[in-house]
């Protein structure tokens, strides 16, 4: 695991993500592809699963933590929240 990243899966994760260029806006690397929220581009998501990354069970475990934005090109990760008693 990345140093930094303090034992929190999905930060490393992102990490890992962020090592791939964007080639939908072309986001340099290790920097998020939009800011307010943070977030990354599908093809972002798929080009750093295709050079191997993120596994295919990362991937779909990530697909339960995120919501897409309304235009619909952008994923943004939303963390967990702890149950309410």
């Known amino acids: 695991m990345p140093s930094g990243c303090g034992g929190d899966p999905l930060a490393d994760l992102l990490h890992r ?7 939908w806006c072309e986001q340099e690397i290790q920097a ?11 093809t972002r998501w798929f080009r750093a699963r295709g050079k191997g ?3 295919e069970n990362e ?4 697909m339960t933590r995120i919501r897409v934005t309304a235009d619909g090109s952008r994923m943004v990760l939303v963390p967990e929240r702890p149950a309410r008693s």
Not at 17 to 23: D, E, G, I, W, Y
Not at 59 to 62: E, K, S
Request: charged residues 20%; proline residues 12%.
């Open 59 to 62: 991937l779909t475990a990530a």
């Open 17 to 23: 993500l962020r090592r791939v260029f964007c080639p």
């Open 53 to 55: 990354l993120v596994s």
């Open 32 to 42: 998020p592809c939009v800011h307010d929220p943070e977030g990354d581009h599908v």
